[in-house]
């Protein structure tokens, strides 16, 4: 048996998103611990996309950036070397592992969900991330959500079908570590920045799907989901557990960006910071309403709550437009 050393599992619990999750063990172990809305916030994480295409079954709300870029953004603004390797070779993926893990790094894995043993909700998502810190013979032992379970094992042969998958949001055999140079800044210092990059990014989205506008595209169609919909007793239900409970820590991820923000207000004295906090807790409040008045139009087929639900989501629109444009001047 194979495992990290100073990797103390009784100290995993309580994460809500799996990449904060991973970056979490993989920081701590480098003597960086950052809570997880900062290493959310510092990640610049918080986004908005609305997406549906002839090909998808139904609509999909997400509210955080593309899987991986969170951990990309968190390297790059707090100066960290992050090392990532990909190939198609299933075995040369696992030399790259257990090569970090037998020099005693832990190591952050992008896979699909499905294949775990641990899920219980068998769903296909390859954008799940955790952090692997130990192996034997017949499993592998990981760090994922508190919802998960925190400190779990798989299988081997499970954890090959879930890193070889293919298809959306899935990359090839993806794995990662982080160092903390010497030269890395402080955290702290580099909260202004990355709050700035995240307004910046929400509020001049390429296209209509995306930040504000997106949310604005979304009051407009929500409302007739229920024609939009095959099985609306089960697709609205689902979109409003994935809002809430799907590693978003709720309120599709704007409790996180919330909390990270009134932690950065103890740190830094600013008017604009401050306004920007009262309006996230205002959208993460909103937030919640939506995804409750959506799975209520699934099970009771009336259409009047997908019509509260869209002027939720323009009031939302404004919200966190005038949010963003205050954070852009912290």
């Not at 609305?50 to 999909?60: I, R, T, V």
């Not at 580099?190 to 209509?208: G, S």
């Amino acid at each position: 048996m194979t495992m990290v050393k100073d990797i103390d599992i009784r100290e995993v619990g309580g994460m809500r998103h799996c990449e904060t999750s991973a970056l979490g063990v993989l920081l701590r172990h480098e003597g960086l611990d950052l809570s997880e809305p900062m290493l959310f916030g510092l990640g610049s994480g918080l986004s908005f996309v609305y997406w549906d295409s002839k090909s998808m079954g139904f609509p999909f709300l997400g509210g955080r950036v593309k899987p991986f870029e969170l951990t990309r953004n968190l390297a790059a603004t707090l100066g960290l070397h992050l090392l990532v390797e990909e190939t198609t070779s299933a075995r040369k993926a696992w030399r790259n592992v257990t090569g970090h893990l037998d020099a005693g790094r832990p190591v952050g894995l992008q896979l699909d969900s499905y294949h775990l043993d641990y899920f219980a909700t068998k769903v296909h998502f390859g954008g799940h991330v955790v952090a692997m810190y130990g192996y034997d013979e017949q499993n592998a032992y990981l760090v994922d959500t508190d919802q998960q379970g925190g400190a779990v094992a798989s299988s081997l042969a499970a954890l090959a079908r879930a890193r070889a998958e293919r298809g959306p949001m899935t990359a090839r055999h993806r794995s990662f570590t982080l160092t903390v140079p010497d030269t890395s800044p402080p955290p702290q210092d580099r909260i202004v920045p990355a709050i700035r990059a995240c307004a910046d990014t929400f509020l001049n989205p390429p296209i209509a799907n995306l930040g504000y506008r997106g949310i604005e595209k979304a009051a407009k169609l929500v409302p007739k989901w229920l024609q939009r919909s095959g099985n609306p007793g089960e697709d609205l239900p689902r979109t409003a557990l994935l809002m809430e409970r799907a590693g978003t820590g709720g309120a599709l991820f704007r409790n996180l960006y919330r909390d990270f923000l009134a932690e950065c207000a103890q740190l830094i004295d600013s008017d604009p910071l401050r306004t920007g906090h009262r309006h996230y807790v205002e959208a993460a409040t909103l937030w919640t309403r939506v995804a409750q008045l959506i799975a209520t139009a699934g099970e009771s087929g009336d259409v009047q709550h997908l019509t509260e639900a869209g002027s939720l989501l323009r009031e939302l629109s404004r919200v966190e437009r005038e949010g963003m444009e205050a954070l852009r001047l912290v």
